[in-house]
């Protein structure tokens, strides 16, 4: 650690003395010999300078994190670092770009060897780019980590770490459409005090690109204590606030999924440098604790944490993905049909359905008026016919509404509203069984509003019968307010019995039971043994 920031002030204090004076020089305003900082304007991407609270969690968004793993974190580490030291200007470092550009080929991205010559050295960056869909911006977000080292190191934290992250982040976003341009970049150069990045970021700006925000991943690997592994550094400028808000609000509304606090911390010297100083806005993404094998022999794989840095990529590639906003077209707000009239209690079918323009899979949410909802449900084909139900037991009338998500979570209008009126259904009430000679019998009742249609009744005697111990009958339609007496078949036998009514429609049921004794034809009823 104290290496380090020795390496840092002596490194400041040469940046004070040579090249800040070149930097103003370039700068200096030709009106008046005064030095003014480049700023880009601040109205060139408002809504995520102004606007940073995220929405509740996206199913976009937890699937790229998902996708994030440990398998192709560490595929990619151990292939960088296979090139030992890669110190700029050397072999190695030239067979690691090339290693990189075939990568991001691999990936059907846009690739270029950016070419640089600076502070006496010359090598170059590897650059892959992911055009923006929306024709309307020429918005870029830049993902960035080093691929050069210092001599005698492998370099697996400093900076593989960066590099494997920029690379998994390549192999996912490249699946979908994005807004706004998306670069992913690996510079050479950096251990010289950011000689890539200068020259990068010095041509971006000489060419009008309008880079919203940086990303810059450089050394995120090394964790020893839970406390190391649930933490992480960032780095911004005053201007760059609002990024590392942002990249804080995803760690909060997606922390079920990343577990990472993240530490918000002011200026430090990495590749994002000079974007600073070109007036581009961006951060750095820092392990919590400093590796103790910085630019050693002993900056190597076993002795990083993948788990730890697996997380970190998580958080800032879902930034990244974030930033530069899916490029999804909305479902067309859905279309209900079904009955418009209905009975309490009574389950009833409706159809759901809606195209999604880019032909995604979508989900439905149901919201039925009454409390309750189907949550969301599917996925189902754009276009494929839904079926939901639903009963009300409460007479009213109610709107049914339901909205359609595509599966990147990009959500429809809610539908035009579903009127569905209910009223109170029939209620069948089983009066007093009564006996006598051969037969028994009871009257079935409709206390409801409403004529109950369909009525189903049956006359059961457990015990005491030989011959017929069970009638059944129906159906019966007993008008509102009105009722029908039912008699059972002809019964013989001796004993001890217990008669059994019921009555039953789709809407509801009754049962009754009563005691009584069968004296061969003769059926005598126990009036209070009624159910």
């Not at 030992?84 to 990568?103: D, F, K, L, M, S």
């Not at 079926?387 to 599966?407: L, M, S």
């Not at 990147?408 to 089983?430: A, K, R």
């Amino acid at each position: 650690m104290i290496k380090k920031i020795v390496e840092i002030c002596i490194c400041m204090l040469l940046i004070t003395t040579t090249v800040l004076p070149l930097a103003c020089a370039v700068y200096e305003d030709s009106t008046n010999g005064a030095n003014s900082s480049v700023i880009l304007d601040d109205d060139r991407f408002p809504m995520f300078q102004n606007n940073v609270r995220l929405e509740p969690t996206s199913d976009f968004i937890i699937d790229v994190i998902e996708q994030v793993n440990e398998t192709m974190y560490l595929g990619y580490l151990e292939n960088i670092t296979a090139f030992g030291p890669r110190v700029t200007g050397t072999p190695a470092c030239a067979a690691a770009g090339t290693y990189i550009y075939n990568e991001f080929q691999s990936m059907d991205l846009e690739v270029r060897y950016h070419n640089w010559s600076y502070g006496g050295y010359q090598d170059r960056n590897i650059e892959a780019t992911k055009p923006g869909t929306n024709e309307t911006s020429d918005a870029i977000f830049i993902i960035f980590g080093h691929h050069d080292t210092v001599a005698n190191c492998p370099g697996a934290d400093d900076d593989g770490s960066g590099v494997a992250t920029v690379l998994s982040a390549a192999n996912i976003l490249n699946q979908y459409a994005f807004d706004h341009t998306v670069r992913f970049v690996t510079f050479s150069g950096e251990e010289q005090w950011m000689l890539g990045s200068h020259e990068y970021a010095r041509e971006a700006w000489e060419n009008g690109d309008n880079i919203v925000a940086v990303l810059n991943v450089d050394m995120i690997g090394f964790a020893i204590t839970s406390t190391h592994g649930n933490n992480i550094k960032v780095y911004k400028n005053v201007a760059s606030k609002w990024v590392s808000d942002f990249t804080i609000n995803v760690s909060e509304v997606y922390n079920d999924y990343i577990r990472l606090n993240v530490i918000p911390l002011g200026e430090s010297p990495s590749d994002q440098y000079y974007f600073w100083e070109y007036g581009y806005d961006g951060i750095f993404y820092h392990e919590y604790e400093f590796n103790d094998y910085y630019h050693t022999p002993q900056d190597t794989i076993q002795n990083m944490n993948i788990t730890y840095a697996t997380k970190c990529s998580k958080l800032i590639i879902a930034t990244l993905a974030l930033l530069a906003q899916l490029s999804s077209t909305a479902p067309d707000a859905p279309t209900i049909s079904g009955v418009i009239n209905g009975i309490a209690g009574i389950e009833y079918d409706f159809t759901v359905v809606t195209i999604d323009p880019d032909g995604d899979e979508v989900y439905y949410y149901v919201d039925w008026n009454d409390g309750t909802s189907t949550g969301w449900i599917g996925s189902y084909a754009s276009g494929e016919e839904v079926i939901v139900n639903h009963a009300w037991y409460n007479p009213g009338t109610y709107e049914i509404r339901a909205k359609a998500k595509d599966i990147y979570g990009v959500n429809s209008d809610w539908s035009e509203p579903h009127t569905i009126t209910i009223v109170e259904g029939p209620i069948l009430e089983i009066g007093a069984i009564t006996g006598g000679l051969f037969k028994v019998s009871t009257e079935i009742k409709n206390t409801g509003t409403v004529d109950a249609a369909g009525v189903q009744w049956s006359i059961k005697l457990e015990g005491g019968a030989f011959i017929g111990k069970e009638t059944e009958g129906g159906p019966l339609t007993i008008p509102a307010s009105g009722s029908e007496t039912v008699i059972s078949k002809l019964i013989l036998g001796f004993g001890p019995t217990v008669i059994t009514a019921t009555a039953e429609i789709p809407e509801n049921s009754d049962i009754r039971e009563q005691d009584g004794f069968v004296f061969l034809f003769l059926i005598k009823i126990n009036p209070g043994g009624g159910l």
